[in-house]
């Protein structure tokens, strides 16, 4: 029997970006498939304590059953490395979707500069929707078919209720300050990842250096994608996911 499938979604987005993938995988994936909001988007609820990566985690671990295969996009990622380390028996396997346990740019990491997150927690208080339509266009930005993947993203967004602005806030907070990179090395579990060479927030670098971190971690680039290839080339991911599954 085929392990629970479990898609999370990335940040400022909820779990409808997945509907076109999941339509497709249910004609020849067996086991069931769960699309899950992470705490505040899409009209999840958040938690009763503070939100951080610990509280939010406990929320998704409660609707995931055990030995899941977690789809991970973007924010999304960090969610799933936290799993795998605090709920292991939850996890049996982790597709990585542009996404990587440290987002931020350090010494020999490549990643999103500090402060461009800075400037998007400065705009998210004063315009969340300004802000939002601004990271929809740095997630296609390089994209042969950027406009098509905007207006695609920005349609399934609007499925679902708006997100929740601490849950914005904290995600922000969570992409910059997160380094999980020795969790990451750490996991013995199977790992890959699927990854766009023209990737504005995980550089094409990064894949090379998680599979530095841990051999477990195997991935494919594609050539013409950025941050969104399950939008924007939804056949070549949906081959590769199908092949490791």
């Known amino acids: 029997m085929q392990g ?15 509907q076109l ?12 498939i769960k699309c ?6 899409g009209g999840a609820s958040v938690p009763h304590t503070e939100y951080n990566l610990a509280s939010a ?16 996009w973007s924010l999304g990622g960090l969610f799933a490395l936290y799993l795998a380390k605090h709920y292991p028996e939850k996890v049996s396997k982790i597709v990585f979707v542009a996404s990587s346990p440290c987002f931020v740019e ?8 500090e ?36 207006k695609a993203l920005r349609a399934l967004l609007k499925a679902q209720p708006t997100a929740n602005e601490r849950a914005l806030s904290v995600g922000l907070e969570l992409l910059k300050s997160q380094d999980l ?14 990854f766009g060479r023209l990737d504005a927030l995980v550089p094409r670098q990064v894949p090379a250096r998680m599979s530095e971190l841990n051999p477990r971690f195997s991935y494919k680039i594609l050539s013409k994608a950025s941050h ?16 490791i599954l």
């Open 106 to 113: 350090a010494e020999n990491w490549a990643g999103i500069s």
């Open 228 to 243: 969104a290839p399950f939008i924007s080339h939804r056949r070549e991911f949906l081959s590769y996911l199908k092949s």
């Open 115 to 150: 402060q461009i997150l800075n400037d998007f927690m400065k705009q998210l208080a004063q315009d969340t929707s300004k802000t939002i339509e601004r990271f929809l266009a740095i997630q296609a930005m390089g994209s042969e078919h950027a406009k098509e993947d905007i």
């Open 57 to 72: 985690t406990e929320l998704l671990a409660a609707q995931i059953e055990n030995d899941s295969i977690i789809v991970a």
């Open 21 to 32: 993938c999941v339509e497709e995988l249910k004609e020849t994936y067996s086991g069931a």
């Open 181 to 194: 990179r020795a969790l990451f090395g750490c996991l013995s579990l199977p790992m890959h990842g699927i």
């Open 36 to 41: 899950l909001n992470l705490p505040g988007f």
């Open 4 to 18: 629970e499938l479990v898609f999370l979604h990335g940040w400022g987005m909820n779990k409808a970006v997945w």
